[in-house]
């Protein structure tokens, strides 16, 4: 069941977080009590051209709370898209995820 619980969330976070920016394809893998889903962003710099993607995790618990934000960059990307501006990445996951969980927990309800 974990499997299809991952592939169920991949498929939709690559359906409910994707584009502007979030245009990389999501990896969903289940660890233990934790889901790992990874992804790439692709920022766009002030003039409008697409800067080098960074990396994004984030970790859930089996109540698919978000546990961990974290990212994977070299520290020009950090300085210039990340510190000061997690919130708005954080916020794209959390809002996500308001509306993936619900359909996860109508799928499991339909499995059991």
Request: net charge negative; with cysteine.
């Amino acid at each position: 069941m974990r499997a299809s619980l991952s592939d169920l969330l991949q498929t939709l976070l690559n359906t409910h977080l994707s584009g502007s920016g979030w245009d990389y394809s999501w990896e969903v893998e289940s660890h233990g009590n934790t889901f790992i889903c990874e992804t790439y962003y692709h920022p766009m710099n002030e003039h409008g051209f697409y800067d080098e993607s960074f990396g994004v995790k984030f970790t859930l618990d089996f109540d698919f709370e978000v546990l961990r934000v974290s990212y994977r960059c070299p520290s020009r990307l950090r300085h210039r898209y990340v510190r000061g501006q997690q919130d708005y990445y954080e916020s794209c996951i959390y809002n996500a995820m308001q509306i993936i969980e619900p359909i996860i927990r109508e799928g499991i309800g339909n499995i059991v």
